[in-house]
């Protein structure tokens, strides 16, 4: 267990510098480029592109992972011949896609993105030919992902995916006077095939050799398809509600697809990062018990609590401190205080994310271990036609800002109706645990909002320049949420602690 726990924290670490480096690269466009028509064409050409990567990576995971590990321990060869077969076959099919997409980018991208600018159109369709360009490359990116997970390597996944948005940053800085908008796509091109090569290499390294082959295992290859469809469509589904998102952004105001894109990165990173280490461990334990019901509960709750404890006081403290952490991080060069303003008007909207989709994790692994795959999937089609109403709803009354309440309200309903299923199967009472849970981390973090609340709009502190804001408040909205938390939760504030000291003896 200790092993998992240092590899969880590896890759919490490396996905931390991730994220760092998405805000480098958002904090460079916003100084070459501000919030207009040329970043929302990159925005929107950039969203497909992420579109397509979610599903290689995530879909197309999910399927061939156990089923290449449960072949391995069986029949080592024909585990990687069937490997092999299924990485050509996905990037000769990417091939043809590229060749179609390429031509007839002009044609579908105006229908897809709907309302635009004629120079957001114009930007949106010369990236989106440049990415399908490379469309083989970073699917196989996405593959090798998956084979370097089946050998217990994870630590080249994240260095290819730091590659790839570093070298979009590096680019922007190097060659926007040559390329300008479009040196940001050249980037992150050249950072997939970065990716690729490492990958490929710690592959070889340990052992892995590509043959020239397309034949894969007649029962391995129906399996894999029967599941890959249900996955690919389950995995499609929230990257389809923020796609939809800025085809409706497209259409209010110049910058929104920007504004949106900004707040969206600040609140993704905590959930994330917390995502990723719950792939690492939780998942393991959930499987492991899903035959003992008793500790399968346990575990969900703790995964719950811990989900709760450290999300919830940072959505509550990004609502004092997100215009100052905005400005800090972005306001520069041609991004100006208005552009701000309007991201932190975007970013309010977007906060309950924070703690849905941190617990989502939670609640989504366990149906997943409890095979529930296809009563996901049906919940997940559903908030597609929610979100699209919803936003049609919202952006008539409210703008841009009402695509992120959407948002919101989606993730909300998908979370409660995942929740409801799970605690169907549970014993009676496990639900009155987590409403009483929700309870008791409420109330610290009520009282870590009361004096950031004075603080910020009593006091000159609010005006001041952002890093110092941030200097001050964060400080002191930790102490107080900890203050809090051991007085009001003292039994989940143990055991939090004693989970912190145990993941820094791992390490």
């Not at 050409?45 to 399927?63: D, H, Q």
């Not at 600018?117 to 970073?138: G, H, R, Y």
Request: charged fraction near 10%; charge should be positive; proline fraction near 3%.
């Amino acid at each position: 267990m200790s092993s998992l726990k240092r590899t969880a924290i590896w890759i919490t670490l490396l996905a931390l510098l991730v994220k760092l480096s998405g805000f480098l690269r958002e904090s460079i466009i916003a100084k070459q480029f501000g919030a207009n028509e040329y970043t929302d064409g990159y925005l929107l050409a950039f969203s497909f592109i992420t579109l397509v990567l979610a599903v290689i990576s995530g879909g197309f995971n999910n399927v061939f992972l156990p089923l290449y590990i449960q072949k391995k321990k069986k029949d080592p060869e024909a585990a990687e011949k069937n490997a092999n077969g299924i990485m050509n076959a996905t990037v000769a099919i990417f091939l043809i896609v590229t060749v179609i997409g390429y031509f007839f980018a002009p044609s579908f991208v105006p229908i897809i993105f709907g309302n635009m600018t004629p120079m957001t159109e114009t930007v949106a369709v010369k990236i989106t030919k440049i990415f399908f360009l490379f469309m083989s490359a970073i699917a196989l990116n996405g593959i090798l992902d998956s084979y370097l997970q089946g050998r217990r390597i994870f630590v080249p996944s994240q260095i290819s995916k730091l590659l790839a948005t570093l070298m979009g940053a590096v680019f922007a800085l190097l060659f926007s006077d040559v390329w300008g908008i479009y040196s940001l796509a050249y980037g992150f091109v050249f950072g997939i095939i970065l990716g690729i090569v490492l990958m490929f290499f710690y592959l070889q390294k340990n052992g892995y050799r590509w043959s020239p082959t397309f034949a894969v295992d007649k029962e391995f290859r129906q399996t894999f398809l029967v599941l890959l469809i249900p996955s690919l469509l389950n995995s499609l589904v929230g990257q389809m509600n923020m796609f939809i998102d800025k085809m409706f952004a497209s259409g209010t105001i110049e910058g929104a697809v920007t504004y949106l894109n900004n707040a969206s990165l600040l609140v993704s990173i905590p959930h994330t990062i917390y995502g990723t280490t719950i792939a690492a461990i939780m998942f393991t334990l959930l499987s492991e018990q899903v035959d003992d019901q008793r500790k399968f509960q346990q575990t969900f709750f703790t995964g719950m609590e811990l989900s709760l404890m450290t999300l919830m006081p940072i959505a509550v403290g990004l609502l004092f401190v997100g215009d100052a952490a905005i400005s800090f991080v972005y306001e520069r060069g041609r991004f100006t205080a208005e552009d701000t303003h309007n991201t932190y008007i975007a970013l309010l909207f977007y906060l309950p994310l924070i703690i849905t989709q941190g617990l989502q994790y939670i609640v989504s692994k366990s149906m997943y271990a409890q095979g529930k795959t296809a009563i996901v999937l049906r919940i997940s089609v559903t908030t597609i036609a929610l979100n699209t109403l919803l936003n049609y709803l919202f952006v008539k009354s409210l703008g841009y800002p009402g695509l992120a309440l959407s948002s919101s309200l989606v993730s909300f309903y998908y979370l409660t109706a995942c929740t409801i299923s799970v605690y169907k199967g549970f014993e009676q009472g496990e639900a009155k645990k987590l409403f009483w849970l929700i309870v008791r981390v409420s109330l610290p973090t009520a009282i870590m909002a009361v004096p950031l609340y004075v603080i910020k709009y009593w006091t000159p502190v609010g005006h001041w320049y952002s890093l110092l804001q941030l200097a001050v408040l964060v400080p002191i909205g930790v102490v107080f949420y900890i203050v809090g938390t051991y007085f009001f939760y003292r039994d989940g504030f143990y055991r939090l602690l004693r989970m912190v000291k145990t993941k820094q003896r791992a390490v």
